[in-house]
């Protein structure tokens, strides 16, 4: 379902969905309640069957979802275990990417600009051990109708322009940014 190509991602709720229509006889909801909430099979990373045992407990959106949903297998019989999302480690667990997610989910609105999660001591750590000057290329693509080119399909990418920045740290700490 996660890559149905019958899925719409569109705020125009007149549209038919062939997504919509199997969720809607699966589950019972309407195209407007499936649509209002991101759902559980857009959960980051996550096993088909753990979609699917989460779908036959009822839980089809993200904010339904407990962190115990989340716990890898091998951690589920393990005593006191949970998601630790305040984890001092450098990087963070799959289970605690997800729940991530569900947070953001819980905690958004339909009009309201998606949040992100800043790890600010890992990021600062990770920064300090960067080298300058720092190097970043940045491409230009289009997808054309009609090829440029012979052989080519319609809508197929193509660069047409690239850029160089350099990012250089100063005597004083100041880092400045040639292209």
């Known amino acids: 379902c996660g890559s149905c190509e019958y899925r719409l991602i569109d705020d125009d709720i007149d549209k038919n969905s062939g997504f919509d229509v199997c969720w809607s006889k699966t589950t019972g909801l309407s195209k407007e309640e499936l649509r209002s909430h991101p759902l559980v099979i857009d959960l980051f990373d996550t096993p088909k ?44 667990s799959g ?42 290329i940045d491409f230009e693509t289009t997808s054309p109708a009609i090829p440029y080119y012979f052989g080519v399909s319609p809508y197929s ?14 005597d004083d700490g100041s880092v400045e940014v040639h292209h």
């Open 157 to 170: 990418v193509a660069a047409f322009q690239f850029s160089h920045h350099k990012m250089i740290r100063t």
């Open 49 to 92: 069957r753990t979609i699917n045992n989460l779908i036959s407990q009822k839980k089809y959106f993200l904010s339904n979802l407990e962190a115990s949903d989340l716990q890898p297998q091998n951690e589920k019989n393990k005593k006191n275990s949970r998601v630790n999302i305040e984890s001092p480690g450098e990087k963070i």
């Open 95 to 136: 289970s605690q990417r997800q729940w991530y997610q569900v947070l953001t989910a819980r905690n958004a609105t339909k009009n309201s600009t998606p949040q992100y999660i800043l790890r600010e001591e890992s990021m600062k750590r990770e920064m300090a051990s960067w080298e300058y000057p720092l190097h970043f």
